[in-house]
């Protein structure tokens, strides 16, 4: 049976006794989560440092593009998990995020960009804190 990355992740969160809530909340300690979450994020993000060093070496195409895809994976992991923790439902997130991304293009459905290449925001855009609060608000 096939289980979906979400229930893989509240799986994992049970069995390192890690918390889990199914819906949205805050901590009791918000600002020791906080920080503890952004120095595993910083601990992934210097491993790019590694994979950085390995292409300047000359590594294999396929050395690189593992690590690559382990160091993504791991952040997109730690990111699903810390989510549970606050009973936030992600994917739901995610899709508001998307949608907004697709509103940035232009009437005539193509993006637009700046003299420096910078993909700017279309007309019909819209930013998506109000509907991730209304999506919050709902659950």
Avoid at 29 to 36: I, M, P
Avoid at 89 to 102: A, G, H
Wanted: charged share 30%; with cysteine.
């Amino acid at each position: 049976m096939n289980k979906s990355f979400a229930r893989r992740i509240a799986a994992m969160n049970a069995m390192y006794k890690l918390p889990a809530n199914d819906r949205p909340v805050l901590p009791e300690d918000v600002v020791g989560r906080l920080t503890g979450f952004k120095a595993t994020l910083m601990d992934e993000v210097h491993e790019i440092d590694q994979i950085v060093e390995l292409a300047q070496k000359g590594a294999p195409q396929t050395e690189i593009l593992v690590a690559m895809a382990d160091l993504l994976g791991d952040v997109i992991v730690y990111c699903r998990s810390e989510a549970l923790k606050y009973g936030l439902p992600l994917e739901e997130v995610l899709d508001i995020i998307m949608d907004s991304n697709e509103s940035k293009l232009g009437a005539d459905g193509k993006p637009i960009y700046d003299a420096n290449g910078k993909f700017l925001k279309g007309p019909g855009y819209w930013k998506p804190e109000p509907k991730i609060r209304a999506l919050l608000e709902r659950a």
